[in-house]
């Protein structure tokens, strides 16, 4: 079975750091386009930050400069680095993979089930 499974997510307060990982089986995952997604209370899930197949990293505009989004080939795993978390950043993060060029984000793509990140 194809698997993405998150972790890393915890109640931090205003200024800290949090690493999140998406750890992923079942699949050939070196090519996919990955990304990290977030649904912040009351709001629809939008994309936070993505890297592709070839190496482009891509950040919305409030998470420039404070998150880092990587991934290790030999652990199947993506990572997002956050520092100087804001409360802002509050929301269930959950990662995707686009597999079949059907675009990130899209029901096509293999989706995680979350992990909670709380900012105060």
């Known amino acids: 079975d194809v698997q993405l499974v998150e972790s890393g997510g915890h109640s931090v307060q205003a200024g800290g750091s949090l690493k999140l990982s998406c750890a992923t089986s079942g699949y050939h995952f070196s090519g996919c386009d990955m990304g990290w997604f977030r649904q912040a209370p009351g709001q629809e899930r939008a994309l936070v930050s993505s890297?592709?197949?070839?190496?482009?990293?891509f950040y919305i505009d409030s998470v420039k400069g404070r998150f880092t989004i990587s991934r290790s080939m030999v652990k199947n795993t993506l990572y997002l680095q956050m520092d100087n978390l804001q409360i802002e950043d509050t929301g269930l993060y959950t990662c995707a993979a686009d597999c079949n060029d059907s675009g990130l984000g899209t029901p096509a793509n293999y989706w995680g089930q979350g992990t909670q990140v709380t900012v105060s």
């Open positions: 890297l592709s197949m070839h190496g482009t990293r």
